[in-house]
């Protein structure tokens, strides 16, 4: 059942025109984080949906019916602010039941509700308490239940984890799983933090200049990235990129770098002309190194040790190092001359316009286990 449709949405402040043509649905019971860099529209989309802005053009749909001119406590939706905004005047329980009051709820279902909301919280115990005396996990579990005592049909959440340590997000991250979990809600989330958006969500909108660039789980949007946008974007550290340049078009694509020299990979290039420029992608768990015979390799500028893993940094000659991870005892050192080997059953290939080569199906399992790189040749491209 869809619960929620986005239609060809668009929104305009001044001359600027924030999201374009936005068109999307969200399934009863989804979990939807709209991630995406900063100005991308996430927010200005959550607060549409909300009702706290208007939309210019375009049609949203709550349960099938057009909401655009309904007011935001019409609709049906709770929002969770990324500041707590509560009063501190109030208890826990006064906050939590301030909306139900303005609401005029009966006083026996508001603690019920109240009392509901608080238990599936944890906050039950501290219902008598002030905001000050909370942590900042439990103010924002306070901020939270506000939303969720009207029982919405749709939590609307504007990056509530920002303002708090990186200890405590991963705290409230495991939290907001759970809650979803045990309420079967639609929640729409919305973070910049890719880590929130590839843990929480059931299905991630990825949002560029105000336009959907891709949807889809973490999984299909990590493994098969539409663009060279959402490839970079998702992934810490991001996918490496390599400038290419297409020497033979068709179902399969004569490629020619400076490290992997010319070589053909399994895309479908036909559609594009002799010469064009392209970027070949791969991830840094997709690399793997072996120490290099004689001349022939490429030179490690850089380690970093995280502890359960460990990144190389390695001069291809471009303005960015290839970054690889390995084992933590892997030993490599700044200076070390090092061959390469791409795992070509996860590269990528992306046109001039960051759009991604279709992998035909049939090629994907004869191919080879691996492309050696060898030593940087100045001036390939």
């Known amino acids: 059942m869809i619960k929620l449709k986005l239609g060809n949405v668009n929104k305009q402040l001044g001359g600027a025109r924030i999201l374009r043509d ?13 991630v995406g860099p900063s100005g991308c529209g996430k927010s200005t989309l959550l607060r549409l949906i909300a009702g706290l802005d208007s939309i210019c053009a375009g049609d949203l749909l709550i349960d099938g019916r057009r909401v655009n001119d309904l007011e935001p406590r019409e609709r049906g939706v709770g929002m969770v602010f990324q500041s707590y905004a509560l009063y501190p005047h109030m208890s826990v329980y006064d906050n939590i039941s301030f909306g139900l009051k303005l609401a005029k709820t009966e006083k026996i279902s508001l603690r019920e509700r109240v009392l509901k909301t608080a238990q599936i919280l944890q906050l039950d115990k501290l219902l008598q308490r002030k905001p000050k005396e909370l942590s900042g996990g439990q103010r924002q579990r306070v901020a939270m239940g506000r939303a969720m005592a009207r029982e919405p049909d749709i939590l609307l959440f504007d990056e ?18 759970r809650l979803h979990a045990r309420l079967g809600s639609t929640m729409i989330y919305v973070t910049h933090d890719q880590v929130e958006a590839m843990t929480l969500a059931d299905k991630i909108v990825v949002l560029n200049g105000g336009r959907v660039e891709q949807v889809g789980s973490p999984r ?13 974007f998702l992934g810490s550290p991001r996918m490496n990129f390599l400038a290419a340049r297409l020497h033979a078009p068709g179902e399969t694509s004569l490629v020619d770098t400076p490290v992997l020299g010319m070589t053909s990979l399994p895309f479908d290039s036909s559609n594009l002309a002799v010469d064009t420029l392209l970027s070949l992608g791969v991830r840094p768990e997709h690399v793997s190194l072996k120490a290099a015979d004689g001349t022939v390799g490429v030179i490690v500028t850089g380690v970093e040790y995280l502890g359960s893993e460990t990144y190389v940094h390695l001069d291809i000659g471009q303005d960015d190092p290839l970054v690889c991870r390995c084992a933590v005892n892997a030993g490599w050192q700044v200076g070390d001359w090092v061959e390469l080997q791409l795992d070509i059953g996860n590269l990528h290939l992306f046109d001039a316009d960051g759009t991604a080569l279709r992998r035909p199906p049939q090629t994907i399992e004869t191919l080879p286990d691996g492309v050696s790189l060898r030593s940087v040749r100045a001036g390939a491209l």
């Open 220 to 232: 299909e949007l990590y493994e098969h990235p539409a663009s060279r946008f959402v490839a970079g």
């Open 160 to 177: 509530p984890l920002s303002n708090l340590d990186a200890s405590l997000r991963v705290q409230m991250r495991n939290e907001i799983a």
């Open 22 to 34: 936005v068109s999307l649905e969200i399934a009863a019971g989804e979990f939807v984080v709209f």
